[in-house]
Nanobody, 121 residues
Framework: QVHLVESGGGLVQAGGSLRLSCAAS????????MGWYRQAPGKQRELVAT???????NYADSVKGRFTISRDNAKKMVVLQMNTLKPEDTAVYSC???????????????WGQGTQVTVSS
């Protein structure tokens, strides 16, 4: 089994910061892209940021310049540093990772349970 466990969500005032972490565990041979997604009430899930194993990053336009994604390949962790938070950033944030469990096995996208981020105005 593969598990992705997020931590670091919570309640913060607008303009504040939060740091989300996600750790992958289980039988894992290799991890390619890791990322963060979010889903606000009544809205579709959207991509927030992704990072490849080589460190290439991609951000949603709405978070560019405010959020930073990073990863520690040795620890199988991905981190999302969120600064200058806005009420519209309120959502459940989930991490995801493209994982091969053994050599030669197919890649599969795994998801964490999600963590709530609430930004008050």
């Amino acid at each position: 089994q593969v598990h992705l466990v997020e931590s670091g969500g919570g309640l913060v005032q607008a303009g504040g910061s939060l740091r989300l972490s996600c750790a992958a565990s289980g039988i894992i041979f290799s991890i390619n892209t890791m990322g963060w997604y979010r889903q606000a009430p009544g809205k579709q899930r959207e991509l927030v940021a992704t990072i490849t194993s080589g460190g290439s990053t991609n951000y949603a336009d709405s978070v560019k310049g405010r959020f930073t994604i990073s990863r520690d390949n040795a620890k199988k962790m991905v981190v999302l540093q969120m600064n200058t938070l806005k009420p519209e950033d309120t959502a459940v944030y989930s991490c995801a990772a493209d994982i091969a469990r053994t050599y030669g096995s197919r890649w599969m996208y795994y998801w964490g349970q999600g963590t709530q981020v609430t930004v008050s105005s």
